[in-house]
């Protein structure tokens, strides 16, 4: 059992249950649905009727308790930045598959969740060959308000690169709509393609013809760092896909730094950091464990 419990205020007064739950928890349709089809809503310790309207000082206690994930648990070391009832922040190592998908054999991120959780919730996801931090929900009712959060924009994420070629300008947004290639697992910069931002600020360049970037995404498409970086002309190393030289480094060259989230439950702003891996090309007076932080 995972219990949300609120106490009812004055601002709370005379509203009817229904809609305190849907208009100011915003809870989902789903959701919605599914508390009351589960008992899983009570005030005061009593089931009550939606329409019922409440009163100050009562308590609203929802059960959040989430069925278990599909995903066949598989017991791993995980590096937890943060975790509490509603939500954990994993530093996942690159070459990680995320979640389990159509011709993806073996152990996965989700796999080691399930065997620490149980149940959990995705808020986004890293390519397999991207290290760094990934927001785990740990019930459906945080997982709604984080993905809320990432729609909205208020979920930060900062990303290092580094790149092939010279980035010409220190900074600048790149505004390219990307599209799905048609029968592959690519995706192309196109015309009819979904909007996508990304701005850059470079950090430093070096005489092998290399460039750190920091990176920050105002939407998150597939694959849009890549797609982004490669339209530029300034691919990531090591990227087998979108890149001319996918063997200049053993893995792709992409960390997930710093994220930055309003806490599900409080509002409360958090922000993690996650260091730079020292599988990664390391820069003088830059380089080190503690450079991304």
Same mark, same amino acid.
């Given at each position: 059992? #995972?219990? $949300?419990?609120? !106490?009812?205020?004055?601002? +709370?007064?005379?509203?009817?249950?229904?809609?305190?739950?849907?208009?100011?928890?915003?809870?989902?349709?789903?959701?919605?649905?599914?508390?009351?089809?589960?008992?899983?809503?009570?005030?005061?310790?009593?089931?009550?009727?939606?329409?019922?309207?409440?009163?100050?000082?009562?308590?609203?206690?929802?059960?959040?308790?989430?069925?278990?994930?599909?995903?066949?648990?598989?017991?791993?070391?995980?590096?937890?930045?943060?975790?509490?009832?509603?939500?954990?922040?994993?530093?996942?190592?690159?070459?990680?598959?995320?979640?389990?998908?159509?011709?993806?054999?073996?152990?996965?991120?989700?796999?080691? $969740?399930?065997?620490?959780?149980?149940?959990?919730?995705?808020?986004?996801?890293?390519?397999?060959?991207?290290?760094?931090?990934?927001?785990?929900?740990?019930?459906?009712?945080?997982?709604?308000?984080?993905? =809320?959060?990432?729609?909205?924009?208020?979920?930060?994420?900062?990303?290092?690169?580094?790149?092939?070629?010279?980035?010409?300008?220190?900074?600048?947004?790149?505004?390219?709509?990307?599209? #799905?290639?048609?029968?592959?697992?690519?995706?192309?910069?196109?015309?009819?393609?979904?909007?996508?931002?990304?701005?850059? !600020?470079?950090?430093? #360049?070096?005489?092998?013809?290399?460039?750190?970037? =920091?990176?920050?995404? !105002?939407?998150?498409?597939? +694959?849009?760092?890549?797609?982004?970086?490669? +339209?530029?002309?300034?691919?990531?190393?090591?990227?087998?896909?979108?890149?001319?030289?996918?063997?200049?480094?053993?893995?792709?060259?992409?960390?997930?730094?710093?994220?930055?989230?309003? +806490?599900?439950?409080?509002? !409360?702003?958090?922000?993690?950091?996650?260091?730079?891996? =020292?599988?990664?090309?390391?820069?003088?007076?830059?380089?080190?464990?503690?450079?991304?932080?």
């Amino acid at each position: 059992m #995972r219990l $949300l419990s609120l !106490e009812l205020g004055a601002d +709370h007064a005379g509203i009817a249950l229904r809609d305190l739950l849907r208009r100011r928890l915003k809870l989902s349709r789903s959701l919605y649905r599914r508390l009351w089809a589960e008992d899983g809503v009570r005030v005061d310790g009593v089931v009550p009727a939606p329409f019922v309207r409440v009163v100050p000082g009562q308590r609203l206690t929802l059960d959040l308790a989430d069925r278990p994930s599909r995903v066949i648990p598989e017991g791993a070391d995980l590096e937890i930045v943060y975790e509490d009832d509603f939500v954990a922040v994993v530093d996942k190592p690159a070459g990680w598959v995320v979640h389990p998908t159509s011709g993806v054999d073996g152990f996965t991120l989700a796999a080691a $969740l399930a065997a620490r959780y149980g149940s959990f919730h995705l808020v986004h996801r890293l390519d397999q060959g991207t290290s760094g931090l990934l927001v785990v929900a740990r019930d459906p009712w945080s997982a709604q308000r984080l993905s =809320d959060a990432l729609a909205r924009r208020v979920m930060a994420r900062r990303y290092v690169a580094v790149v092939s070629g010279d980035v010409p300008l220190d900074s600048g947004t790149i505004r390219a709509p990307i599209a #799905r290639r048609p029968g592959l697992a690519l995706r192309v910069v196109a015309e009819d393609g979904r909007p996508a931002v990304t701005h850059f !600020e470079v950090r430093h #360049r070096d005489p092998a013809g290399r460039t750190w970037l =920091d990176l920050r995404l !105002e939407t998150g498409r597939t +694959h849009q760092i890549r797609v982004h970086l490669a +339209h530029m002309g300034c691919p990531l190393l090591g990227d087998e896909r979108y890149g001319p030289q996918p063997t200049a480094w053993p893995r792709l060259c992409l960390h997930a730094a710093e994220v930055e989230i309003p +806490h599900p439950r409080t509002g !409360e702003r958090l922000r993690f950091a996650a260091a730079w891996p =020292d599988d990664l090309p390391q820069w003088p007076g830059g380089g080190g464990r503690s450079w991304a932080v």
